[in-house]
T-cell receptor
Framework: ETGVTQSPTHLIKTRGQQVTLRCSSQ?????VSWYQQALGQGPQFIFQ???????GRGNFPPRFSGLQFPNYSSELNVNALELDDSALYLC?????????????FGEGSRLTVL | TQLLEQSPQFLSIQEGENLTVYCNSS?????LQWYRQEPGEGPVLLVT?????EVKKLKRLTFQFGDARKDSSLHITAAQPGDTGLYLC?????????FGDGTTLTVKP
């Protein structure tokens, strides 16, 4: 069984640039959720994708956008990067079953905005 | 206002000591989860508690859900260096979980 994989693991961008982060979900999981984890904080929910449609969004501006593909992999795009976007971006997949279904996280993509 | 307040924020202890960390809220939850996140890794689910007063044990870790389902605690007996990490509590909601800011635990050999 293949776990959740994310790429790239680390990247550095400058303010105003755009970034795309990628996630392959765990085998058999059709739901992908993205989280932002700033230094010293817990993960904050950005949005979720289920069967290629956005299925809920946290308190993040529209310059945070995403996609889910037919194989359930996903992308997170952030436009017009700001310094405060520096964080660990975590992708989590789940089976979409049940209220308390376990989230399976990848190792994250650490973004630094200069 | 943070939905979930975790305390202490940081904890550094010697190997073999016992410890308890807390997750508190003014809201009532139908369930609560604990995750552990090691440096350079994503969080990994430890336990889900769903019933008020519920106690679950996972080896040396004991999890309790408050009777009123507003708070939870995690007790570690005889901590080991491998227990080092960030302990997060979370309210699950079909993959759209709300996390606390965690307790960073360091266990020194």
């Amino acid at each position: 069984e293949t776990g959740v994989t994310q790429s790239p693991t680390h990247l550095i961008k400058t303010r105003g640039q755009q970034v795309t982060l990628r996630c392959s979900s765990q085998s058999g999981h059709n739901t992908v959720s993205w989280y932002q984890q700033a230094l010293g904080q817990g993960p904050q929910f950005i949005f979720q994708y289920y069967r290629e449609e956005e299925n809920g969004r946290g308190n993040f501006p529209p310059r945070f956008s995403g996609l889910q593909f037919p194989n359930y992999s996903s992308e997170l795009n952030v436009n017009a990067l700001e310094l405060d976007d520096s964080a660990l971006y975590l992708c989590a997949s789940s089976s979409g079953q049940g209220y308390t279904g376990e989230l399976f996280f990848g190792e994250g993509s650490r973004l630094t905005v200069l | 206002t943070q939905l979930l307040e975790q305390s202490p924020q940081f904890l550094s202890i010697q190997e073999g000591e016992n410890l308890t960390v807390y997750c508190n809220s003014s809201s009532v939850f139908s369930s609560l989860q604990w995750y552990r996140q090691e440096p350079g890794e994503g969080p990994v689910l430890l336990v889900t508690v769903v019933t008020g007063g519920e106690v679950k044990k996972l080896k040396r870790l004991t999890f309790q859900f408050g009777d009123a389902r507003k708070d939870s605690s995690l007790h570690i007996t005889a901590a080991q260096p491998g227990d080092t990490g960030l302990y997060l509590c979370a309210v699950p909601h079909r993959g759209k979980s709300t996390f606390g800011d965690g307790t960073t635990l360091t266990v020194k050999p």
